[in-house]
């Protein structure tokens, strides 16, 4: 057997092309388009890349995306009052801060200082319980484009054994949670779980979110399952060179699984998609009060 590749920066596509939509209809019925603000702190590379990703994102798909850049130096009270700024503001529908924060601030205080309402990335703590009661709310987007990969898988979750390896708040619980949803039987595991590999093998749909590279490998996998593999790891090659790998030993595991994500390609080009999904979801709810799903 060998493994239909599910194509993620297609269905982002997709994804974008729906909320381009959504976001048109917003602008004719209320006369304005939904705003998305990002908030980094610091000189990180690698969140610089993602925000400024974000922002042009949320500009293409017609939405007023802004990018705060604040220095490294910043105070929980310099940030608390930006963020003061955009809960207060009408015209702001998202606020997303870029993780990690400079070690002198509280990454706690900062999530919970967000309003729920406008918390598009999910992690506030009221957001993070109307998910696990299955209430409607603002739920984290890697997760959301793991569904999304495994609609267009076509995967039957009901009744099926979903195994998630990986235990954080960003990807590991909420992905446990939503699959629940969906009336899966779940399992979470982590890098010290036991005898990971024989729960492995029991798994119908694998999400794999541990941060190891390769760590799940091709034996691991049952006949069949379908692989979602969050995974982004730079792996060092001879001669100094890096490539990206996942969690999943990829060539290995396609040959065991009926579908599996490539990285890149996979679950990384969903999760900006999904961000962009939740901001015109945050705006259409604020407006008008309507929960009903994009």
Partial sequence: MTAVILDGSGLAQTLR??????????????????????????????????????????????????????????????????????????????????????PQLSEKKVLDLILPTKDVDGFHPVNVGLLASGRPGLAP??????????????????????????????????????????????????????DLPDLCREADVLIAAVGRPQMIRGAWIKEGAVLIDVG????????????????????????????????PGGVGPMTIAALLANALRAATRRTTGDHAEL
């Avoid at 629940?180 to 982590?190: C, D, G, Q």
């Avoid at 490539?243 to 060539?251: N, Q, Y």
């Fill in 17 to 102: 092309a729906e909320v381009r939509n959504g976001v048109d209809a917003f602008k004719s019925r209320h006369g304005r388009v939904p705003g998305l603000d990002v908030v980094l702190v610091g000189e990180d590379p690698a969140s610089q890349v993602y925000t400024r990703n974000k922002e042009k994102a949320s500009n293409e798909v017609g939405m007023r995306g802004r990018l705060h850049k604040l220095p490294a130096t910043t105070t929980d009270t310099e940030l608390h009052a930006l963020l003061d700024r955009l809960n207060a503001d009408d015209d702001v529908d998202g606020i997303l801060v870029q993780l990690p924060l400079p």
């Fill in 141 to 194: 987007c890697t997760p959301l484009g793991c569904m999304r990969l495994l609609a267009l898988a076509k995967v039957d979750l009901r009744g099926a054994r979903a195994l998630v390896v990986g235990r954080s708040n960003i990807v590991g619980k909420p992905a446990a949670q939503m699959l629940l949803a969906e009336h899966a039987t779940v399992t979470i595991a982590h890098s010290q779980t036991r």
């Fill in 232 to 263: 982004i790891n730079r792996q060092l090659l001879p001669g100094g060179k890096t490539r990206l790998v996942g969690d999943v030993c990829f060539d290995e595991a396609k040959e065991r699984a009926s579908a599996i994500t490539p990285v």
